[in-house]
T-cell receptor, first 117, second 113 residues
Framework: DADVTQTPRNRITKTGKRIMLECSQTKGHDRMYWYRQDPGLGLRLIYYSFDVKDINKGEISDGYSVSRQAQAKFSLSLESAIPNQTALYFC????????????????FGPGTRLTVL | AQSVTQLGSHVSVSEGALVLLRCNYSSSVPPYLFWYVQYPNQGLQLLLKYTSAATLVKGINGFEAEFKKSETSFHLTKPSAHMRDAAEYFCAATNFGNEKLTFGTGTRLTIIP
């Protein structure tokens, strides 16, 4: 079984609809991240959470919100989807490397391909 | 602010030839550097990372990368390309105390039979 799972894997929706993307992990990691990937732009960080009570905005958080329901679950919501939110969305997790801040390896889910018409 | 530049959005090499994927970073403090690989329809997985212990870093699947401070580079190489190496490769960087990764825009590697 995959350590980091994302549901759904594919979603087509219409402008203005509310969408939730879910991420679950069985790695026991405390840190979770949401990225979007666009062709030619690489991965950009949307939100990240270092524990259940710690949620932080990334570089492109406008139009998105998140919820960390438990250590193992981190959901991304688009309150009112728009076409330029069409992208591939990745969830990632990591465990803190004590004494070496910044060195933790991130483990990625398989991605959710979202299309907003 | 940290930035990562990957020269060449697409690279094609023949099977058995040398693979060279370029990555340059900008940082005012010593960086931590990573290479991730994304196979078709999959998430990213770590190939290797530089942690300041050694400038030549060996990763999985025969890849290695060399940190060159004077050139602010961390290029990824593999002596002999295999068909299974076809994927997209991302360079990423952060610094001590900065717990967010900055990714480059990626390089798609195609292997010619």
């Amino acid at each position: 079984d995959a350590d980091v799972t994302q549901t759904p894997r594919n979603r087509i929706t219409k402008t203005g609809k509310r969408i939730m993307l879910e991420c679950s992990q069985t790695k026991g990691h405390d840190r979770m991240y949401w990225y979007r990937q666009d062709p030619g732009l690489g991965l950009r960080l949307i939100y990240y959470s270092f524990d259940v009570k710690d949620i932080n905005k990334g570089e492109i958080s406008d139009g998105y919100s998140v919820s960390r329901q438990a250590q193992a679950k981190f959901s991304l919501s688009l309150e009112s989807a728009i076409p330029n939110q069409t992208a591939l969305y990745f969830c990632a997790t990591s465990a803190r490397v004590w004494g070496e801040v910044g060195l933790d390896t991130q483990y990625f889910g398989p991605g959710t391909r979202l299309t907003v018409l | 602010a940290q930035s990562v530049t990957q020269l060449g959005s697409h690279v094609s090499v023949s099977e058995g030839a040398l693979v060279l994927l370029r990555c340059n970073y900008s940082s005012s403090v010593p960086p931590y550097l990573f290479w991730y690989v994304q196979y078709p329809n999959q998430g990213l997985q770590l190939l290797l990372k530089y942690t300041s212990a050694a400038t030549l870093v060996k990763g999985i699947n025969g890849f290695e990368a060399e940190f060159k401070k004077s050139e602010t580079s961390f290029h990824l190489t593999k002596p002999s390309a295999h068909m299974r190496d076809a994927a997209e490769y991302f360079c990423a960087a952060t610094n001590f105390g900065n717990e967010k990764l900055t990714f480059g825009t990626g390089t798609r590697l195609t292997i010619i039979p």
